[in-house]
């Protein structure tokens, strides 16, 4: 296995274009405005800061090529996330180095990593309890464009049983589909009892991106909220377990991950033409947002929200809390035992003919 180390071929042109950008962002503007003392530091000493508010605070103080540079570092631990295992965790952790001098409410990067595998180990036990009492859980992920819930939802699936808990992301209607009643698509995929479906988009499509993209009548989105109440609480009267979260981002975090996507080769393809009319329309998108979470935040199905503007602490505090809104216990197995192999006098194994091999380059 090759392993490249970071800044190598196409991550090292993306960090070169970052730090040549010349985009004038609203956080680069606020940071040539800011003072000795940050406003972060400020409300500090005044009063104790959420952290997630506090992160956003040093994010507008932060200029577009450190900012794109935490997005690669944040690449580079997606792909140790997926060597490390709990067996090699304080080990490697001190190989990892420290993301420079923390900032006033970043969150340092060995105690991410140490907080998402302790959490993933507390999601399998959630998937054990999950199997052994038939239980059946959706959890809806939305929010703007880049906002940080496909991580979230890898974060979640990492270390999961794909047959227990799977990802339900629709395409665009077909036109078969346009015809059906619009809840319809999306009933197949409810879970069968012992299973975790996650939504990446949901039925909320129709409370957004229809609404913004003139994709459904004025009679069509007034259905829809007349309908989706009676509709979340028929789900939970038949025994699912119902979770809503929206990822939230300001417009200038938005911004930077748009440019980033479009200036790295390895992500261009999360941009669609879609999202890039989104981006046009952030204030019509905003606006739909409030009007859905004022109609469908209901008692059997509340919204939570989640602050994506640092993307780890986002990923950590949306499964720490869907860790709490299931009530679970660790599951008892029974031993197992590696049977004895069976060995047959007369076995024999036949030669591979060479050309049948994968060729062996690394």
Known sequence: MVTKKPGTSTTRKVAAVAKKATLKSPAKK????????????????????????AAREVAAQKSFAERAREDLIDSYDEELEMELDDDRIDELLMDIPAQGEPADGSLDRRVYFKELFRLQGELVK??????AHNLKVVVLFEGRD????????????????????????????????RSQWYFQRYVPHLPAGGEIVLFDR???????????MDFCTADEYEEFFRTVPEFEKMLVRSGIILIKY???ITDDEQHLRFTMRIRDPLKQWKLSPMDLESRRRWEA????????????HIPEAPWWIVDGVDKKRARLNCIRHFLAQVPYQEVEHAMVNLPARVHNPDYIRNPVPAEMYVPDLY
């Open 30 to 53: 606020a940071a040539k405005k800011a003072t000795t003392k940050s406003p972060a530091k400020k409300a500090a000493k005044r009063a104790p800061a959420r952290p997630a508010k």
């Open 126 to 131: 959630l998937q054990d309890w999950v199997v």
């Open 146 to 177: 880049a906002a940080g819930k496909g991580g979230a939802i890898k974060r979640i699936t990492q270390r999961l049983n794909p047959r227990v808990c799977r990802v339900a992301a629709l395409p665009a209607p077909s036109e078969r589909e």
């Open 202 to 212: 949901s039925w909320y499509n129709r409370a957004g991106v229809e609404k913004v």
């Open 246 to 248: 929206w990822f939230s």
């Open 285 to 296: 998108y905003t606006k739909a947002k409030e009007v859905m979470l004022e109609r469908t």
